[in-house]
């Protein structure tokens, strides 16, 4: 039977909270109560006519409050993964470098949803735990009805409408659980995340999976972390110091995934190189580790890394940087349309089709992101810095021949790979000779209309290639599984990301559901290149609806807090936070 209810593999209901005024952070009202949804005037009214245009994108698209507590509740969202989350020093950084954004809240324009001095408490703090724990405690605070969210401790879950959302966990980066960023010395660092980690699970802290690494190089103890942050390379901030680092998983990053595993806690492969993600799945084999891989905002790359049907390399549209900061420009995949209007990101980040199937076969779970720039959507900049000017290019279209009279201007994105891994892997070296993918890209229109409707395509286009890599690997019944298993919503909300036009936040999720049964049949119908595209037999779209919104992420969980018991687990099952 059809239900009206959600579930959201990665959120952050905490996050923007902690650059909030603190005082009084558990009354209803208060901007720090993760209750409260902040909307664009919160952040806009105390500025003068200029400000407000100059900063309206960026508070419209990642500042206004993504997935309140309140966006959840009345949203039917029954049961989500919130990821507890201390910000990178090396975000913090970005940040606080940029003088007129940092001058606009120090003086308080931007209300007191951001607030100086919050920003400081952060940067200067080296216990990440300590904000960790503090987030958990604004999870106490209530709403102007007194009503508080759950904690999920086992299967026992039987939502009815009406009722709070309940919550389980994961920690977006290692660092989070570490309360003195400045210790260097490895067992030190790993006594120390494993002391925190227990102190949680002890107070029934569901901790369902953690993210090895984040954005910065903070866990390159671990493993390396992928490249993050284009979009902030494109809006004219530094981020040279977020570039990749390190290679590839470390055999202390082994020695944590032999800790977590104990603990049947699972591995989110999101945000790791794709060197260290391949040696983690070799490093699993080996071991003989049976427990599911996750990815939790996910985006695809729409091919493989390496395969006889495709490649990274078949993507690199420009001579890669062999000296200098090893950036890649890459052309964006569409293997499905010849419209030149959507296609895939194929950075590192996203998840080639041999993650896809590595996290299949372990029965793990996709969540599909709804930050329009990891599905593929860039809005078209074209500013090359001048001499003087230190920052990187700001750009992202590039015009290549096609032929002795014609010119093709493509839309790109840029990856950057860290000096180790791109002298240990040629094909981050290689150019690509492939002139008929190039045609295929994603052509760098000016003016681009109806964006909610074009950021929906890349969400259904998402959908489309899971069920089709499935189908390489296992027929009609495998592509069945993957829309019925293995696919869920993780929007990172939130998470200062630019969510769809379509669905911007936590309240408009019913709103892309409806828009899924109504428009993806269409949409396959569109795909004629190679073969036409039709579901498996036996499912209609409301069903994938169901199962991709609410039931299989449901079901996913449930599972892990079976599979947790006999561990330590704390309070009473179903207990209130408060």
């Known amino acids: 039977m059809a239900t009206n209810f959600f579930f959201d593999a990665h959120f952050h209901a905490t996050l923007k909270k902690q650059f909030a005024r603190p005082d009084n952070s558990t009354q209803p009202g208060a901007f720090s109560n993760p209750w409260t949804t902040a909307v664009t005037k919160d952040f806009l009214e105390k500025l003068n006519g200029l400000q407000k245009c100059a900063l309206r994108s960026l508070v419209e698209h990642s500042l206004a409050s993504q997935s309140s507590l309140s966006q959840l509740h009345n949203n ?13 020093k090396g975000l913090m950084k970005l940040i606080t470098d940029s003088k007129p954004f940092m001058r606009l809240i120090n003086n308080g324009k931007l209300g007191e949803l951001l607030v100086g001095e919050s920003f400081k408490a952060l940067q200067d703090s080296n216990n990440a735990f300590g904000t960790v724990e503090r987030d958990l405690e604004l999870l106490k605070s209530a709403n102007a009805k ?29 660092h989070c659980l570490r309360t003195n960023l400045k210790e260097t010395n490895s067992d030190k660092v790993i006594a120390d995340i494993l002391v925190n980690l227990d102190k949680l699970r002890a107070k029934g802290i569901r901790i369902i999976f953690i993210n090895p690494v984040h954005i910065d190089d903070s866990n390159e103890l671990f493993a390396n972390q992928a490249y993050a942050v284009d979009a902030f390379r494109i809006g004219g901030f530094d981020e040279r110091h977020l570039r990749p680092k390190g290679n590839g998983l470390t055999e202390t990053g082994k020695r944590m995934i ?26 699993r084999k080996a071991e003989n580790i049976t427990t599911p891989l996750v990815c939790s905002h996910a985006g695809f790359t729409g091919c493989w890394f390496d395969n006889p049907a495709g490649k990274f390399s078949d993507y690199i549209i420009a001579p890669p940087d062999t000296e200098g900061p090893h950036g890649i420009r890459l052309n964006k995949a569409n293997p499905y349309l010849n419209d030149n209007s959507i296609g895939f990101n194929v950075s590192t980040i996203n998840l080639f089709n041999e993650d896809i199937v590595a996290i299949f076969r372990s029965n793990g779970i996709i969540g599909i992101s709804l930050d329009q720039r990891v599905l593929g959507y860039s809005d078209v900049v074209d500013i090359p810095n001048g001499d003087n000017d230190p920052r990187p290019e700001r750009t992202n279209v590039i015009r290549v021949e096609d032929g002795p009279h014609r010119e093709l201007i493509l839309l ?35 003016k681009r209309t109806n964006l909610a409707d074009l950021h929906a395509r890349h969400f259904y286009l998402h959908i489309v290639h899971a069920m089709q890599v499935a189908r390489i690997i296992g027929g009609e019944a495998t592509a069945t599984t993957m829309l019925t298993r ?39 119908n569109e795909i004629k ?32 807090l079976d599979a947790m018991q006999g561990a330590p687990t704390g309070p009473v099952p179903g207990e209130m936070i408060a």
């Not at 039917?76 to 990178?88: E, Q, R, S, W, Y």
């Not at 790979?417 to 890209?441: D, H, V």
């Not at 919503?489 to 559901?513: N, Q, R």
């Open 486 to 524: 293995t696919l869920c919503i993780g929007s990172d909300f939130d998470g200062l990301i630019d969510g769809l036009d379509c669905c911007p936040d936590m309240g408009h999720i019913g709103v892309l559901k409806q828009k899924f049964v109504n428009e993806f049949g269409d949409f396959l």
């Open 529 to 560: 290149t190679p073969v036409k595209i039709i579901l498996p037999d036996g499912l209609s779209v409301e069903h994938i609806a169901d199962r991709i919104f609410y039931e299989n992420g449901r079901d996913f969980v449930l599972k892990r």
């Open 412 to 446: 790109t994105d840029t990856d950057y790979i860290s000096p180790e891994e791109f002298n240990a892997e040629p094909q981050f070296r290689t150019l690509s000779k492939n002139s008929a993918i190039r045609k295929r890209g994603v052509f760098a229109k000016k």
């Open 76 to 88: 039917n969202v029954k049961l989500g993964i919130t990821a507890l989350f201390f910000p990178d």
């Open 258 to 283: 032999r800790e977590l595993q104990s603990r049947e806690i699972l591995a989110d492969v999101k945000h790791m190189g794709w060197i260290a993600r391949r040696q983690l799945y070799a490093f």
């Open 146 to 174: 007194g009503q508080v969210v759950a904690l999920l401790k086992d299967s026992a879950f039987d939502p009815q409408p009406g009722d709070v959302p309940q919550l389980v966990f994961s920690l977006e980066g290692l």
